[in-house]
């Protein structure tokens, strides 16, 4: 017996490590029938009789079965086909196994377009093949390519630079101050001494600015000018071929 001011201590429960409550999957066209253990429901003649059957009873829309997850994947055209087959196949046994059938992910019924579209349009030039030219593109021939030598939008920029028409006189004194640019003027003299007519200067260091201790380019127009042979190679035509002597007869003997 126990004495009067003894208490019996009460009882609890811990309910921390209870996992949360799993909504189940709310109604919709899409079945998965699971467990289905026995590899042999998998054959094409015991899928196509369990297909008969469900589809004696609700019109299937897709059928998948999926060998390596023991499953198939079943949809119908509507939820009340649906909700019917599933209270007729779960709990069911089907080759020894219990068979537990879910609600899926709803499928469906009416067809969509499933291609990709268009990018846009600064985009299309990525394709291969290119997509139809847009409206109103007509062909035509491309231009052939330029013939000048220089381009007209060159030649009009270098002319803005204070282009300047020169005249050089076949014989022009040497400048007896010297400065940086000296060889430079020495070769355009020489130069000048072996053309006829004129040229046009269409960029000179000094007269844009050109500093003296850095190297510079002239730019000068002698398209109209006609070319003539350099000093150099006019006495390399006028000398005569030399000739080698032929060896001694003695020589060639004894060889």
Partial sequence: MSSRGH???????????????IQPSPPSNTLLITNLQDPAIFHPSTLHEIRTLINDSAQIHSWSPLRSF?????????????????????????MGHRVRVYFGEPTPIQPVDQHLGLPDAPKLFFIS?????????????????????????????????????TTVASSEPASPVASPLDGFKSRENVLNRHRSG???????????????????????????????PSPIESSTQQLPMAHTSRPPVELMSDA
Avoid: C
């Fill in 7 to 21: 208490r019996t201590p009460s009882l609890s429960l811990d309910l921390s490590a209870v996992p949360a409550l």
């Fill in 70 to 94: 023991r499953r198939i994947i079943v949809s119908f055209y509507d939820e009340e086909s649906a909700i019917k087959i599933r209270k007729i196949l779960d709990g069911e046994a089907i």
């Fill in 129 to 165: 093949p290119p997509p139809s030219p847009p409206h109103g593109w007509e062909l035509r021939n491309e231009d052939p390519p330029n013939k000048e030598v220089h381009a007209e939008d060159l030649a009009d920029a270098l002319s803005k630079l204070h282009a300047t028409q």
């Fill in 198 to 228: 004129s040229s046009t200067m269409l960029y000179h260091p000094q007269d844009h600015g050109g500093s003296p201790d850095l190297p510079a380019i002239a730019v000068e127009d002698t398209t109209d000018l006609l070319a003539e």
